[in-house]
């Protein structure tokens, strides 16, 4: 996994909460944006000045997370579905063979 390092200035914080936005629309940044946010915290670089930044940054990983729960739930109830619809038209085709 690439660690990303980020200097100590806030100009740099903000590119860091405009890659959290981004994690919505393409799912291959969320590592890169989890591993700044974790960089922030072994650092101890959160402070009065970034705590809504970084909160805001804590709420954009956390939907993210949660959207991808709800579309592995989506999957692995079309799955069941189509183990389900599989499972019939076997045993419809062996009906026929008998």
């Not at 940044?29 to 970034?50: D, H, M, P, Q, Y």
């Not at 705590?51 to 692995?76: C, D, I, P």
């Not at 579905?81 to 009906?95: R, S, V, W, Y």
Request: aromatic share 8%; net charge neutral; glycine share 2%.
């Amino acid at each position: 996994m690439k660690l990303y390092f980020m200097p100590k200035n806030v100009q740099n914080k903000s590119r860091t909460a405009d890659l959290m936005e981004l994690v919505e629309e393409n799912d291959s940044k969320f590592s890169e944006a989890i591993t700044v946010l974790l960089s922030w915290i072994e650092r101890g670089e959160v402070n009065r000045r970034s705590a809504n930044q970084f909160y805001s940054m804590v709420q954009s990983a956390n939907s993210h997370v949660r959207r991808l729960m709800n579309e592995k739930a989506t999957h692995e109830q079309e799955m069941e579905e189509a183990k389900e619809n599989f499972k019939n038209a076997l045993t419809g085709i062996l009906t026929q063979c008998k």
